[in-house]
């Protein structure tokens, strides 16, 4: 695991400055803190830092052939790389070291950018073949590594990590007012861009490439829903995941230094802890956090009870509100993006409680809700919407209903009864209906009229008091023949997994020096459970219900059968009690940013709404998160 980054000028006398790509380069440092290296010749400058995981003495970086004429920096790991690099030898290639790096400078030679399909694993890294002038960026499948680039007119330049480009001086920190007005909508921003004009990520699945001056953006995968999920039996289909789980998180496992597993309590993460003690042979270590706040669930006695079942050396650390706050403008400066993710600050202190532990990789559950339908949200949402099929043009019926079920106590009316007259592709990205939404709008009460004209001249035709829904429309007219779980299942694969909870997984581990791997997100698993039926994944009230019968026979009943709580941090509490003042005062300060889209008034509003009893705390974290962003990315040079 590593942080690349690099700079190609389009004009090829122009060589690229060694001091900008060493400011490049350093900037990364904390994704890397083994060793780093450079590479430079005429118009390209490539950049590294490493993180040693595999072939700790002969692994540096740049990688280059054995001619010389095709260098690589990378970041990630290839699983199937021990396969691949057999098939090269056998094609006379040679190799001078055992790294999975090495794999990728060969395979380039035998397929060109075809090669980006054969690789198996997360992974991110831009190859410069010196004869040809030509540079090829490529991110994995699913977005776990990111990796963001700029056109500047001049030059393209790229890197693991935003501050790495905005080190460039040619690259503007200009703010981009569709983020702002994205990012108030969805609490993180789906799609390609950033808050930065003209600062792109990379699509999953994609890879760029720069050849003459030109560049050009292709996709070499997508997850598959097949509309016929064939004949296979429940029970086969038990087993072929049972082998499948084995075989992913065996190979998840490669490592010359420690593994460790982060362990919350949950089916997805106790699963692979399952997995991972079978291969390892000895006790794993496992982490976990828990917080300092009264009247609070506690995540901590699920994970000690895993811990136990299956032997493990386990660790735990205790966050308190002072430990949030003060981590905070880091938090912002190290995710870059802004998301809306509290738990995102929980997942720093369970990664450096590893890193202190001597270990430097950890696996992780993310990706089992999206893979197998885990989120309750699916369920509740698949009855909604056959519900107002059957009741056609007298869904208002229904909305009556849950009005009535409102005022005996129910406590989602806002939420799903706002979701009875839209269609499913004019709601699902903004799925949360909180006053930031489109349905139970307040962005125009709280932008100033001069950031509404700012909008208005960004996107013609658009109301900013309606979610952007283009992506959402695009997503579900690519698979028209899906049901509506895969339609789902299929737009959070592209836009909450990637853009929120992977970034988030990426940066916060990296932060601390640490690897963390998702083996819940390896295509195959991907794609396997992209085949089933959707009565395989969520059935009546059951969520998950492939994954949870293949885990019945090693995992604890109390943890299979425990209501999903997610990650939760104690922030709301924190908000209304510790940190009320903290997040008063940065909202509101005189002369702060966030006074140049919104009204001071309404502003003071939503603190007074809080007092009031009216839960707001997500959305005074986006303001405190948009005002920290600011502040630590325009008026800091770093």
């Not at 490049?24 to 780093?36: S, V």
């Not at 569709?178 to 600062?199: N, S, W």
């Not at 997040?583 to 709404?609: C, H």
């Amino acid at each position: 695991m590593c942080g690349i980054c690099g700079k190609l000028n389009f004009d090829r006398e122009e060589p690229v400055d060694p001091n900008l790509l060493q400011r490049m380069t350093d900037l990364l440092h904390h994704r890397g803190p083994d060793g780093g290296g450079e590479y430079l010749s005429g118009p390209i400058g490539l950049g590294h830092r490493r993180l040693s995981i595999i072939d700790l003495n002969t692994g540096d970086q740049p990688m280059c052939n054995e001619d010389g004429t095709v260098w690589v920096v990378y970041n990630g790991e290839i699983y199937n790389f021990l396969e691949l690099r057999l098939q090269l030898q056998a094609r006379g290639h040679k190799f001078k070291s055992s790294t999975d790096t090495e794999v990728i400078v060969h395979l380039y030679e035998e397929l060109g950018e075809e090669s980006v399909a054969r690789l198996r694993g997360m992974f991110a890294f831009a190859l410069w073949d010196e004869s040809k002038k030509f540079l090829l960026l490529a991110r994995d499948r699913v977005g776990i590594k990111p990796l963001y680039y700029v056109n500047t007119g001049k030059a393209l330049v790229f890197g693991s990590e935003i501050k790495s480009l905005i080190a460039d001086p040619s690259v503007e920190r200009q703010i981009n007012p569709r983020a702002i007005d994205r990012f108030l909508t969805y609490y993180y921003l789906p799609g390609k861009e950033t808050l930065l004009e003209g600062i792109f990520k990379l699509d999953p699945g994609h890879y760029l490439i720069v050849r003459n001056g030109q560049i050009l953006v292709r996709q070499y995968w997508d997850l598959q829903f097949p509309s016929n999920s064939g004949e296979i039996d429940f029970e086969d289909a038990v087993t072929e995941l049972r082998s499948l789980l084995r075989r992913t998180v065996k190979d998840h496992m490669i490592s010359d230094v420690p593994v460790g597993v982060l362990l919350s309590g949950g089916v997805d993460s106790t699963g692979v802890l399952r997995y991972a003690v079978e291969e390892a042979g000895k006790p794993v270590h496992t982490f976990t956090i828990g917080f300092d706040s009264q009247g609070f669930a506690d995540e901590r006695p699920f994970a000690r009870l895993a811990s136990k079942h299956y032997g493990t050396q386990h660790n735990e650390i205790t966050m308190t509100a002072e430990d949030f706050r003060d981590f905070l403008p880091k938090y912002v400066w190290h995710m870059e993006e802004p998301v809306c993710e509290p738990p995102a600050v929980a997942l720093y202190f369970v990664a450096r409680l590893a890193r202190q532990s001597a270990v430097k990789v950890l696996l992780s559950g993310e990706g089992g809700d999206e893979a197998f339908g885990g989120y309750q949200n699916y369920r509740n949402l698949l009855i909604l919407e056959k519900l107002k099929s059957i009741l056609g043009s007298a869904r208002g019926v229904l909305r009556n209903a849950f009005q009535i079920m409102d005022m005996a106590g129910w406590k989602r009316f806002e939420l799903y009864g706002n979701l009875v007259e839209p269609e499913l592709a004019e709601y699902y990205l903004s799925r949360t209906a909180t006053p930031f939404t489109g349905f139970n709008s307040i962005k125009d009460i709280l932008y100033t009229n001069e950031f509404k004209q700012t909008l208005r001249s960004h996107q013609s035709n658009k109301s900013i008091d309606h979610p952007d829904d283009q992506r959402a429309n695009s997503l579900f007219k690519q698979k028209v023949s899906r049901s509506i779980l895969n339609q789902m299942l299929y737009m959070d694969t592209k836009t909450w997994l990637p853009d929120d909870l992977l970034v988030k997984a990426d940066k916060m581990t990296m932060a601390t020096s640490v690897e963390l791997r998702v083996p819940l997100l390896d295509f195959q698993v991907l794609e396997f459970a992209a085949s089933l039926p959707q009565h395989f994944k969520v059935f009546g009230w059951s969520t998950k219900r492939l994954l949870k019968a293949a885990l019945a026979e090693s995992v604890p009943s109390e943890i299979l059968t425990r209501k999903k709580t997610g990650f939760p941090v104690p922030y709301q509490n924190w908000i209304r009690k510790e940190l009320k003042d903290f997040f008063a005062d940065t909202i509101t300060a005189p002369g702060n940013f966030l006074r140049s889209y919104f009204k001071k008034e309404q502003l003071v509003k939503l603190f007074q709404m809080q007092n009031q009893g009216a839960n707001r705390s997500k959305e005074l974290f986006c303001l405190l998160v948009l005002e920290l962003w600011h502040r630590e990315f325009l008026s800091k040079t770093h």
